[in-house]
């Protein structure tokens, strides 16, 4: 029986460099219960922190004396996501 051997950081690498998956070429198909684990839950993580986002502005949109609050708050996040996006390739 073949053993078969892993790197650990490559697979690690390899599920952050995923392009995406084109539905009609059967090469690129997730066949592997991690990976589908994997996109599933980044799914479930965008799709909650999307209901967050919203759910906090339409809520915030009822307290009309605290829009200054809120935008600083919203800056704060925009801003500390593009911090994570593209400020660390500066660091």
Do not use: E
Request: hydrophobic content about 50%.
């Amino acid at each position: 029986m073949k053993r078969i051997t892993t790197n650990g950081s490559g697979i690690i690498h390899m599920m952050h460099t995923v392009t995406g998956v084109r539905m009609s070429d059967p090469r690129q198909q997730r066949d592997w219960l991690i990976t589908k684990l994997w996109s599933f839950s980044m799914d479930a993580i965008v799709i909650g922190l999307l209901f967050l986002v919203m759910s906090s502005l339409y809520m915030g949109y009822g307290l009309k004396k605290k829009w200054t609050y809120q935008a600083i708050s919203l800056a704060l996040g925009i801003f500390s996501c593009a911090f994570f996006v593209w400020g660390l390739r500066l660091v």
